[in-house]
C-alpha cells in the first residue's frame, strides 16, 4: 500500500538541520510529500517509510528515512571476522534519506515530464541501484537553467556504454556522467579516505565520452560521495585528466565533511572551471544542514574487517 502524501508529509517535517530549525519549509514538505506519493503510485516502488534515529547523548533524533533491502549494507547480517563490504549504516547509504527521494521524484516530474525512462525506472525499482538513480535526478537542481533533458545518451557510435545525461545550463550543451560513490561510506569508520583506494578510481569513466565535441558541448564526471576529497584525490584527478583529455572536468559533491558545510570539489583546466562555478547552482540548505548520525559496528581498520569479540572490549575501551 502506498503511503499517503499527509503520511509522508508528516516524516518530512520530523527534519531538523544542524542548527535544529526544520530543515524543509511547510511549502516544500507539502510539494515533496505529494510528488513521492505520485511517483511511487506510478513506478510501484516500495516504500516503506522507516525514521532513521540518531542516538546521542542528549536525546534521540529521527530523521525521514524508507527501507532500502540491500545486504551490503545490513550490519546485522555481518559476523565477527567478516569484512563488512560497507560497514556503516545511514540515510542514502543503508536506507533511503526521504529528502532526496522527495527531490529526485519532483525533478523527474520537471525535468523528464512526459515519462520515466525505461532504464532510469529499472535502476529506480532495483533496491541495489535505487539510491544510485535518486542522486542521478538529483543532480538536475545542482545546475542552473537546466533545459532539453536527455538521458543514458550513447555519444560514441558503435560503443556499448552510455553517458547517464545530457542537457543545457545556461545554453550550454553539458553531457554528464553520474557515480554514487555510496562505498566510500566506510571511510568514516575506517579512516577519513581509507575505502577510497589508492589511487582513486576514476577507470569506470573511460570508454563513455569521445574525444570530438558536439556543438561545443562540455563532458563533465559528477561524483556524489560520503567523504570530501583531499589532496591526494586532488592530483589523482588531475592526472587522469591529463590523460584522458575527452573529459573535461570532474566535479566532486561531497554530503557530509569535517567542517559540517557541503563541499564541491572541481578538477579540469582553469578555463573550465571558472565556466562551471557559473553554471552551477549554490548548495541548497538542506545540503548545508542536512544532519544525522550514522551508525557501524567496531572495526579492525588495519586488516579492513569486524571485531572479533575478544577484540571488541579493547576497541570500546578507546572510543
Known amino acids: 500500500m502506498v503511503p499517503t502524501a499527509d503520511l509522508i508529509a508528516k516524516h518530512l517535517a520530523l527534519a531538523v538541520g544542524q542548527d535544529r530549525k526544520p530543515l524543509l519549509s511547510d511549502a ?41 533491502d540491500d545486504p551490503r549494507y545490513n550490519l546485522d547480517k555481518i559476523g565477527p571476522g567478516d569484512p563488512g563490504q560497507f560497514a556503516i549504516n545511514g540515510p542514502a547509504i543503508s536506507c533511503g534519506d526521504l529528502i532526496k527521494l522527495g527531490r529526485a521524484c519532483l525533478n523527474r516530474q520537471l525535468f523528464l515530464p512526459d515519462r520515466w525512462p525505461k532504464a532510469l525506472r529499472d535502476q529506480f525499482l532495483d533496491q541495489q541501484s535505487h539510491l544510485d538513480a535518486v542522486e542521478e535526478l538529483c543532480w538536475y537542481t545542482r545546475w542552473r537553467g537546466v533545459r532539453n533533458v536527455l538521458t543514458k545518451v550513447r555519444l560514441i557510435s558503435g560503443s556499448d556504454k552510455d553517458v547517464d545525461q545530457g542537457f543545457t545550463s545556461c545554453l550550454v550543451p553539458i553531457f554528464a556522467e553520474i557515480k554514487n560513490r555510496r562505498r566510500e561510506s566506510v571511510g568514516v569508520a575506517d579512516g577519513w579516505h581509507t575505502s577510497r583506494g589508492t589511487p582513486y578510481g576514476f577507470d569506470d569513466l573511460l570508454g563513455k565520452f569521445p574525444n570530438a565535441r558536439t556543438g561545443g558541448a562540455l563532458h563533465v564526471a559528477c561524483i556524489s560521495t560520503h567523504l570530501e576529497p583531499d589532496q591526494a584525490v586532488r592530483t589523482q584527478a ?82
Do not use: C
Not at 277 to 282: D, R, T
Not at 285 to 297: A, K, M, S, T
Open 238 to 319: 588531475e592526472a587522469f585528466l591529463a590523460q584522458h583529455p575527452e573529459i573535461d572536468a570532474i566535479i566532486i559533491w561531497s554530503a557530509h565533511s569535517r567542517d559540517g558545510r557541503e563541499n564541491v570539489a572541481m578538477y579540469g583546466a582553469p578555463q573550465i572551471r571558472s565556466q562551471l562555478e557559473i553554471l552551477m547552482a549554490p548548495p541548497e540548505r538542506e545540503d548545508i544542514q542536512r544532519w544525522f548520525v550514522v551508525r557501524h559496528l567496531g572495526r579492525n581498520s588495519v586488516e579492513g574487517r569486524v571485531l572479533l569479540p575478544s577484540e571488541i572490549a579493547d576497541w570500546a575501551r578507546h572510543q
Open 28 to 68: 516544500q514538505v507539502t510539494e515533496r510529500a505529494q510528488a513521492i506519493e505520485e511517483e511511487i503510485t506510478l513506478t510501484g516502488f516500495p516504500l516503506v517509510l522507516t525514521p532513521w534515529t540518531s542516538v546521542m547523548t542528549t536525546g534521540a533524533y529521527p530523521y525521514p528515512a524508507y527501507k532500502i
